[in-house]
């Protein structure tokens, strides 16, 4: 539990914000038309909101006017985790909403998206040019024989183009899939092949820290690699022209076409998302055109508070939910800031000079970003002009304390502080941003509107104050509505329903303090994931074991007590090689090249050997129990393991870096 738990709050929302923010407004309405309660603030609305789960979200759909083209017969017809039936009967598009702004004449020639590279020079595409472009390329795919349910890929960086072929994919009915082009080929494939996209938009490269990076050669591989491709469209970010057989961005958007919105089901699939691959291929997670819709207009308008008058910036990639969810910033009205780049050039405070320039009142980041200018010494409000800025918020992983208190001495000590968690798995919050509750350090504000969450014990009993496993007792609109090739379900309810059976439970550790805040404690499995991006140990054994030298290795992340990730690799080498600085430099490249820089560990460590379950299974979870300094005894069951003598040296490791 945090130590500040009980201390004074860092910040506190006034009066006049309080009535200002939509969540207020919201709840006065609902109290009118729905018997929400009027008085007792965030607190009551929220158990009003679980209690009352179909009155909630059917509130949503009114109160944000969600255009329903053929009516829902009910709100929730079967509420079983997994398998829940959110409106059936209705049909409705995503893409139709997130332009609608666009039908206003007085906000036509206003920013929908802003546009920064490493440039730093603002490029605004307005939304009638949005709206115009979304039709031009809907068209085309429709003529290319886009059909509602084909899969349509983006090997992209986070620019404009990704957010129109999104919304493109969504008016016609198709699913949208994407990852960024720092991914190699192998690591794409693992993914791509699984959905078989008809259609590939592309790269020829892309800039970052400084240089251009060539991708021209990895998007012919995913060509001849992905042999249900109809198109390949060409991106031409370095300049370069399209490749014989594929067709040029600009020729397919240049037309001034009305966009046709296709009308789906509540429950048609609109993107997929990939899951870490810990063990095997990555889950290819797919979310739906109206939980989708639903979710983040509660998230984005509610706890985030976003309207009209807003920018919203936070920096993301395209193989990372937060894409997802900062394009639909569109739903609000709100103008999306979109950047391309290294989050630290041409030096660490590069983010914040982003929200300078683009008058961003919402900002998000990792929290490994704001430890990392704390300790580069980088003085935000006195470099630059954060006047827009209201909210700095936060995720990937827990925000430390000091990261709190170095946002309200460097940034404004009147910022309201949003340290928020969910998943790739729901691409939204559990717990986060409330614009009307106080900050207390260490912690996130609460539990989200509609979002059972609780702290559970192993036999499932509800903790206060103690840690516990983050389990959702009830279900979200935006839960998967099935993984892609998993036609009995099995490998969906095996990841999130076999602990706790008709209960989700994520992985987390979490407290969940006596005033009702949330405090995240990092993975309670095996999960690497690093700067807010999940990656599976699979895929780097796979690299690392190409290697001759190495017999079998082990990857493990571990988040730092001082917002910090620790990443080791450590190996097992085959008889007669050595761990010299070589090998070392071969084993970073490898992973570099193949997967990602990312996924380059932070240090290498010989290890006498790996050891593993009865089964044959590498043993993770404890390793990272015994590194967080978890006593042997509790870390692992010994009767599972099958050399016991081989976590001595983990359990000696941890010791020397206390």
Not at 347 to 365: I, N, S, Y
Not at 415 to 433: E, H, M, N, P
Request: proline share 7%; with cysteine.
């Amino acid at each position: 539990m945090s130590s500040a738990a009980n201390t004074a709050p860092l910040w506190q929302p006034d009066a006049d914000r309080i009535a200002a923010a939509a969540v207020t407004r919201f709840q006065s309405w609902a109290a009118e038309r729905y018997g929400a309660p009027a008085d007792g603030g965030y607190a009551a609305l929220h158990r009003w909101s679980v209690d009352e789960l179909d009155t909630f979200w059917k509130a949503v759909a009114d109160w944000f006017d969600v255009r329903f083209s053929t009516p829902y017969e009910t709100v929730l017809a079967d509420r079983s985790m997994p398998g829940a039936q959110w409106f059936p009967g209705a049909t409705l598009n995503y893409a139709e909403h997130a332009l609608r702004t666009a039908e206003d004449p007085s906000r036509v020639d206003d920013p929908a998206l802003l546009y920064v590279d490493e440039t730093h020079e603002p490029i605004p595409v307005s939304w009638s040019q949005l709206r115009r472009q979304v039709g031009s390329l809907a068209a085309e795919l429709r003529a290319l024989g886009v059909r509602p349910g084909d899969r349509v890929s983006g090997y992209l960086p986070n620019i404009p183009q990704a957010t129109v072929a999104l919304l493109a994919t969504a008016a016609v009915g198709g699913v949208w899939t994407s990852c960024a082009p720092d991914f190699g080929a192998r690591s794409v494939l693992d993914r791509f092949q699984q959905v078989e996209p008809v259609v590939l938009f592309a790269v020829d490269g892309y800039r970052y820290g400084g240089k251009e990076h060539d991708r021209t050669d990895t998007v012919a591989e995913l060509r001849r690699e992905l042999p249900t491709l109809r198109a390949t469209v060409h991106v031409p970010l370095l300049g370069t022209a399209a490749p014989e057989g594929a067709l040029d961005w600009s020729a397919l958007t240049s037309a001034d076409t009305e966009p046709v919105f296709e009308q789906v089901p509540f429950d048609h699939p609109l993107w997929v998302l990939y899951s870490s691959g810990t063990t095997g291929l990555p889950k290819a997670i797919v979310q739906s055109q109206g939980g989708i819709l639903l979710e983040h207009f509660k998230q984005l308008g509610l706890h985030c508070d976003l309207g009209p008058e807003d920018r919203f910036f936070w920096f993301t990639s395209t193989g990372w939910m937060m894409w997802n969810f900062l394009v639909s910033g569109l739903l609000t009205g709100t103008t999306v800031v979109l950047y391309d780049g290294s989050p630290g050039y041409p030096g660490t405070g590069a983010q914040w000079r982003v929200a300078e320039l683009t008058g961003a009142t919402l900002f998000g980041t990792s929290a490994a970003y704001v430890m990392a200018c704390a300790k580069a010494d980088v003085h935000p409000a006195r470099d630059y002009d954060l006047s827009a800025v209201k909210c700095v918020a936060t995720t990937g992983s827990p925000l430390p304390p000091d990261g709190f208190r170095w946002l309200h001495d460097e940034v404004a000590a009147g910022l309201w502080i949003a340290s928020v968690s969910g998943g790739t798995d729901v691409c939204s919050c559990f717990a986060g941003a409330v614009p009307t509750l106080p900050v207390h350090i260490g912690e996130l504000q609460a539990a989200c509107l509609g979002t059972d969450l609780q702290a559970w014990d192993p036999q499932g009993k509800p903790l206060i104050g103690e840690v516990g496993e983050l389990v959702v007792t009830n279900p979200m609109p935006s839960m998967p509505v099935h993984f892609w090739n998993d036609p009995d379900g099995s490998r969906y309810h095996d990841s999130y329903f076999d602990t706790y059976p008709g209960v989700w439970r994520h992985g987390d550790w979490i407290t969940i303090t006596g005033h009702g805040s949330v405090v995240i404690h990092g993975r309670s499995d095996s999960t690497l994931n690093r700067q807010g991006v999940r990656m599976g140990s699979a895929d780097i054994y796979e690299v690392v074991e190409r290697l001759p030298e190495i017999k079998e290795s082990l990857v493990i992340g571990l988040e730092e007590p001082d917002g910090g990730y620790w990443m080791p690799l450590f190996v097992h080498l085959a008889a007669g090689a050595t761990l010299d600085e070589a090998l070392r430099t071969r084993v970073k490249q490898a992973i570099r090249t193949a997967l990602s820089p990312r996924h380059v560990p932070d240090e290498i460590i010989e290890v006498p050997a790996v050891p593993h379950t009865l089964t044959g299974k590498r043993i993770e979870v404890p390793v990272k129990r015994l590194l967080q300094g978890t006593p042997l005894a509790k870390a692992v069951n010994p009767g599972s393991v099958d050399n016991l003598e081989l976590l001595h040296f983990y359990e000696a490791l941890a010791r020397t870096r206390r």
